[in-house]
């Protein structure tokens, strides 16, 4: 799949909470994307005259081809992210994609741990949003890290798939919580020894911030992952 440039109306945004939005970007009529879940595209936002270029991974999946949908997070002081929360509905931009290599291989012959936090989210909700409904049978585990309960992107999605598709285990982990979340309290890397045990027959996929995604390999090291069973996508 060659990038292309891509003209873009911003179709919907939709606020997540925790100063992360959604946002819907159509392409013109006729126009398509071809890409592979995990991919990103990079957005040109024009600023003094010139075009600045950010990554972000596409958290649509890819049979929905006439349009992608990003998750961003307001970075303090971003140039970009800050365009961004500028942004109406209806305004045009041009992205550049698709690119990357963090993507699932053809043929899986093992169990996936996705492991995410914040906007991390984005490129396993392109993958599972694929895998799931193309009947992919092996287990897919989603350990998602919030600070808070109540702003979990995409948490009533994740929910109703859990029910619709027996082998999708969703563990929401949150490290600020409220007095009346009743699930799992705490960082991503505190909750690998207790649902992942066993690596045999497994791997990991871990995307986010560094300080993160460090902490969930060596935990994960130290449990008895092998690195070969262990990939991550890094924002920062
Ligand atoms: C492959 C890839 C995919 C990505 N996908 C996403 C995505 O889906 N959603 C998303 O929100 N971001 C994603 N990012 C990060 C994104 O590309 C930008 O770096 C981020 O949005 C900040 O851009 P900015 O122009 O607003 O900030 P900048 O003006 O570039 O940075 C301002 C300051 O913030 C720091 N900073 C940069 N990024 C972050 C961050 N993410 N968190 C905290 N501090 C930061 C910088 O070190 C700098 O000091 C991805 C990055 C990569 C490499």
Known sequence: MTPEYFDVTLRRIIDLGNETRHFELTFDPGTRIHFTAGQFVAVLCPKDGKLI?????????????????????????????????????????????????????????????????????????????????????????LLFGSRYDKMIPYHKEWVALSRDYPNFIYIPTISRPSAQWPGEVGYVQTKIEKFFPDPAGKRVYICGLNDMIQAVQEVCLKQGFRTEQISFEKYD
Do not use: C
């Open 53 to 141: 270029r950010r990554a972000y991974s596409i958290a649509s999946p890819p049979e929905e081809k006439d349009h992608v949908e990003l998750i961003i997070k307001l970075v303090e002081g971003g140039v970009v992210t800050n365009w961004f929360w500028s942004l109406k509905e209806g305004d045009r931009f041009r992205v550049h994609g698709p690119f990357g290599k963090f993507v699932l291989p053809e043929q899986i012959d093992f169990d996936i741990v996705f492991v995410a936090t914040g906007t991390g989210i984005a490129p396993f909700r392109s993958m599972i949003r694929h895998l799931l409904p193309a009947g992919f049978n092996k287990w897919v585990w």
